[in-house]
């Protein structure tokens, strides 16, 4: 029998980890100088996005007139007006305006060349000043009460987050971090051990600060301090509680309240109000089930402003403080300050009918735009030698009216990926008839391909991002992704868990004919790794999470062995997701708790996100030692795309799995249990651009080919299409590479047909993957992988002393943990666990 030396080159990594950071050197995050971790967390829920929407407001000096960031623009609106004056058109995108004292000019943060930089409007004249050069991130800008100094945020010399005061001297900013850079003596996992500070805003007589800080606080962005700025001051608690970059304190013009943001004992941002002593109880100033977040007094005191997004993007709204009356500031019409064009795109089918579909519209000023009405979503990452910006996109349902500058447009059209990308470039000026019609080429697929279903299984709904999201705009979202299934996996985000209250064992009632929504699980618990729970046919399980220290749930029990078999009592599909960047090495982790081999051992896996929010390569890798040992499990795709956010790791389904469904379905809960069935039983190809087919034998993968002893030579036909070109396209036995074919032409299609010579139980699979990234492809690189076709034996099972040792190894580290943890709530939970690795242990070693 051919055995791999996959795990042999597991335990060494440097092949591996070279690989990938070869891979990843082309595609960069966006704003990658800082260095906190999480970048997509921080990225959507504290620094300023283009959104369709307005986001950050300040007020006027006379609190007459208001001005905004929206669509990446400026824009100046009176509070009894319907009329948005536009103040600024680019170059980049403006952000996070706030008014001088003295009503002369607008400090405000303007992302281009890769930075964010503060600037300076002269509203007179209209001439915009640089006022920072750091290379780094700036943002959150307070005038002074006396209009000679700035307080704002800056990665400068850290590539983290620290309030700075800066001096106007000369045009140019020249400031300093208000206090020195501290390291909590705490862990934190979603936050780096070093403090930050976050959101300043100036006591009424410019002596001091209100901003948000954490130290020694272990969970969320921390507590609101006061602070004066003399040397020998000391902060001064307002008020601790759990924050997540949002709070955003705002101080009266009195200086005795602070407004923030707070998601206290509910699932979104309310307005609440408190004391500057740090004695007074808060209370809130609004309610409902959506955030209200970007506080700012009038200055008058009468009125607050701020962003809500009730309706799914964000609207600016001013509530009177004595008696809540609430005002929508409504735009009835913009003034642009450059001449600009109305733009209308169609996206047909074949048959001429409207077609969803992604769109990213680039105009003449190099700024992206999108319809009014739709949500503007960003890419993560990008390659520097090829564009400036990260690629903005929206989803349309087949028609889509738009305003843009004059002059030349780029138009990109994604259907999914089953139909060629799309673009367009035309010239467009005012008053013209500008109207594009799009109809995507579909690929030609094998007949076949009729019974598989695409689907996302890690789509997060709502997540703590700027738009708030419903059923009924996911399941568009999904159309205009051509995905016909995704499971929404309901999860916390530090204590708040926000699409709870959609929960149900049956699919979401948006769905159609076409589109079908669950609403799942992710278990959450950073210890054991995250596992998706897909199916459930009665209740969540709570709590969402384990292993948090200092929390009642301190313990890390229950694991993640436990967890399964409780969802598998639901008869829901388990899953482990988002997997590795590397494969975990046993000798070198300074901690290694992921629970992978063990209930992968108990069988307690049925899939795994070999396509997902991680590096695929390396991934892959963990889970051909898995099946080496016999052990197996369906491979699957899974974005992780937080559905409602501006900048994200998506859109949805850009991770997806197929599925071969058998048979018909007649009710959505009918269609449900046929499409998980089909991913239980390995019937699946994880993808994020080809598309792949392969048989053995005429077997199909989760299928098994019946040896009558070690030795037989199989026939295989293979089939590749993709959207994008493809570098490599792979047959692989037990891990290793048995044929390699060339690809001619475009490299986007291939059919191939042979024969495999094997000598032993096992598996084939077919993987296709790309050196570098592709800009059409919102991930790290191409990459597909079928499950595997299995090859049996009768009386033999398989044999790999290498991935059995690994597998070995890795427990020995879990056990390691679980015995030196103290925080169990009784010796039972410790004994479990224990038990739990010895039985995973025995099936390793019988894989020797």
């Known amino acids: 029998m051919q055995v791999s030396s996959t795990i042999i080159r597991l335990v060494a990594m440097t092949v591996l980890i070279g690989a990938a950071s070869l891979v990843l050197a082309d595609r960069e995050p966006v704003l990658k100088q800082i260095d906190v971790p999480h970048d997509y967390y921080f990225r959507e829920m504290y620094l300023p996005q283009l959104t369709s929407g307005p986001s950050a407001l300040s007020w006027s000096?006379?609190?007459?007139?208001?001005?905004?960031?929206?669509?990446?623009?400026?824009?100046?609106?009176?509070?009894?007006?319907?009329?948005?004056?536009?103040?600024?058109?680019?170059?980049?995108?403006?952000?996070?305006?706030?008014?001088?004292?003295?009503?002369?000019?607008?400090?405000?943060?303007?992302?281009?060349?890769?930075?964010?930089?503060?600037?300076?409007?002269?509203?007179?004249?209209?001439?915009?000043?640089?006022?920072?050069?750091?290379?780094?991130?700036?943002?959150?800008?307070?005038?002074?009460?006396?209009?000679?100094?700035?307080?704002?945020?800056?990665?400068?010399?850290?590539?983290?987050?620290?309030?700075?005061?800066?001096?106007?001297?000369?045009?140019?900013?020249?400031?300093?971090?208000?206090?020195?850079?501290?390291?909590?003596?705490?862990?934190?996992?979603?936050?780096?051990?070093?403090?930050?500070?976050?959101?300043?805003?100036?006591?009424?007589?410019?002596?001091?600060?209100?901003?948000?800080?954490?130290?020694?606080?272990?969970?969320?962005?921390?507590?609101?301090?006061?602070?004066?700025?003399?040397?020998?001051?000391?902060?001064?608690?307002?008020?601790?509680?759990?924050?997540?970059?949002?709070?955003?304190?705002?101080?009266?013009?009195?200086?005795?309240?602070?407004?923030?943001?707070?998601?206290?004992?509910?699932?979104?941002?309310?307005?609440?109000?408190?004391?500057?002593?740090?004695?007074?109880?808060?209370?809130?100033?609004?309610?409902?089930?959506?955030?209200?977040?970007?506080?700012?007094?009038?200055?008058?005191?009468?009125?607050?402003?701020?962003?809500?997004?009730?309706?799914?993007?964000?609207?600016?709204?001013?509530?009177?403080?004595?008696?809540?009356?609430?005002?929508?500031?409504?735009?009835?019409?913009?003034?642009?300050?450059?001449?600009?064009?109305?733009?209308?795109?169609?996206?047909?089918?074949?048959?001429?009918?409207?077609?969803?579909?992604?769109?990213?519209?680039?105009?003449?000023?190099?700024?992206?735009y999108a319809p009014a009405d739709s949500w503007m979503h960003a890419d993560d990452g990008f390659d520097r030698a090829l564009a400036t910006f990260e690629t903005q996109y929206f989803h349309s349902s087949g028609e889509s009216q738009l305003t843009v500058p004059s002059g030349i447009v780029n138009v990109t059209v994604w259907r999914g990926m089953e139909y060629e990308i799309e673009r367009r470039l035309l010239n467009i000026s005012a008053g013209s008839d500008n109207s594009l019609t799009v109809r995507p080429a579909a690929l030609e697929l094998p007949e076949e391909w009729r019974s598989r279903l695409s689907g996302d299984v890690h789509v997060h709904m709502n997540y703590g991002g700027a738009y708030r999201n419903t059923p009924d705009r996911l399941v568009s979202q999904l159309a205009a992704e051509d995905l016909d299934v995704a499971f929404n996996l309901i999860v916390n985000k530090e204590q708040r868990v926000p699409d709870i209250a959609y929960f149900s064992a049956e699919p979401d009632v948006a769905s159609n004919e076409d589109v079908l929504l669950m609403h799942s699980q992710e278990f959450h618990t950073s210890y054991w790794g995250h596992m998706g729970l897909l199916g459930l046919d009665s209740h969540l399980l709570v709590p969402d999470y384990a292993a948090y220290p200092g929390t009642g749930v301190a313990s890390i029990y229950p694991d993640n062995t436990t967890i399964a078999g409780l969802a598998r009592e639901q008869n829901a599909a388990v899953g482990y997701v988002h997997p590795f960047y590397a494969p975990p090495d046993p000798a070198t982790e300074e901690t290694l708790t992921n629970a992978l081999p063990v209930d992968a051992a108990l069988g307690l896996v049925d899939y795994y996100e070999v396509v997902g929010f991680a590096y695929h390569r390396p991934s892959a890798e963990v889970w051909y030692g898995l099946l080496n040992c016999g052990i197996r499990i369906a491979a699957a795709g899974g974005t992780d795309a937080m559905a409602n956010y501006a900048s994200l790791r998506g859109p949805v389904g850009i991770n997806r799995t197929y599925v071969d469904v058998l048979g018909e379905a007649a009710t959505n809960s009918e269609r449900r249990n046929a499409w998980i069935d089909g991913l239980k039983a390995g019937r699946t190809m994880a993808t994020n651009g080809p598309l792949l087919g392969l048989t053995v034998n005429g077997r199909s993968p989760g299928g098994e080919v019946a040896l009558e002893d070690g030795n037989a030579i199989l026939s295989y036909s293979a089939v590749l299409r993709s959207i994008v070109p493809v570098d490599h396209l792979e047959l692989i036995y037990n891990g290793q590479v048995i044929k390699s074919f060339g690809l001619g032409g475009e490299g986007t299609s291939a059919e191939v047909e042979g024969t495999v010579a094997v000598d032993g139980p096992g598996w084939l699979l077919l993987r296709a993957w790309n050196d570098t990234s592709n800009p059409m492809i919102f991930d790290i690189y191409p990459y597909a992988t079928t499950s595997p076709v299995y090859l049996s034996v009768a009386g033999a099972r398989m044999h790999s002393p290498e991935a059995a040792a690994y597998f070995i190894a890795w427990i020995d580290r879990i056990r390691e943990s679980v015995e030196a943890h103290s925080d169990y709530n009784d010796e039972q939970e410790r004994i479990r666990i224990l038990s739990h690795l010895d039985q995973a242990t025995r099936v390793y070693e019988m894989c020797r």
């Open 61 to 368: 000096p006379d609190s007459k007139s208001i001005v905004y960031s929206m669509q990446g623009s400026l824009w100046r609106q009176s509070v009894d007006s319907g009329i948005a004056m536009q103040l600024t058109a680019g170059p980049g995108y403006d952000y996070q305006p706030d008014w001088s004292p003295d009503g002369n000019s607008i400090v405000f943060v303007r992302y281009d060349n890769d930075t964010m930089e503060l600037n300076s409007l002269d509203i007179a004249t209209g001439a915009v000043t640089q006022l920072t050069d750091t290379g780094g991130v700036n943002v959150e800008p307070r005038w002074s009460p006396d209009g000679i100094r700035i307080a704002f945020v800056s990665t400068e010399g850290t590539g983290r987050f620290h309030v700075f005061i800066g001096d106007l001297v000369e045009g140019r900013l020249i400031a300093s971090p208000l206090v020195e850079e501290r390291e909590s003596e705490i862990s934190r996992y979603y936050y780096s051990t070093f403090d930050h500070e976050l959101s300043p805003v100036w006591l009424p007589d410019g002596s001091g600060l209100v901003y948000v800080s954490n130290p020694e606080i272990p969970y969320g962005t921390g507590a609101i301090w006061s602070r004066e700025l003399n040397a020998n001051a000391e902060p001064q608690l307002v008020r601790k509680e759990e924050t997540s970059w949002k709070a955003r304190p705002d101080l009266s013009p009195d200086g005795k309240r602070v407004a923030y943001s707070s998601y206290l004992g509910r699932q979104w941002h309310q307005l609440w109000v408190t004391g500057v002593g740090g004695i007074a109880e808060p209370f809130p100033l609004t309610y409902g089930e959506f955030d209200v977040t970007a506080a700012r007094w009038s200055p008058d005191g009468a009125r607050i402003a701020y962003v809500a997004n009730e309706s799914g993007d964000n609207q600016v709204r001013i509530q009177d403080i004595v008696g809540g009356k609430v005002t929508k500031l409504d735009v009835t019409e913009r003034r642009y300050l450059n001449s600009v064009a109305k733009l209308l795109i169609r996206i047909v089918d074949s048959e001429d009918q409207p077609a969803a579909a992604r769109v990213s519209v680039m105009a003449s000023d190099g700024r992206s």
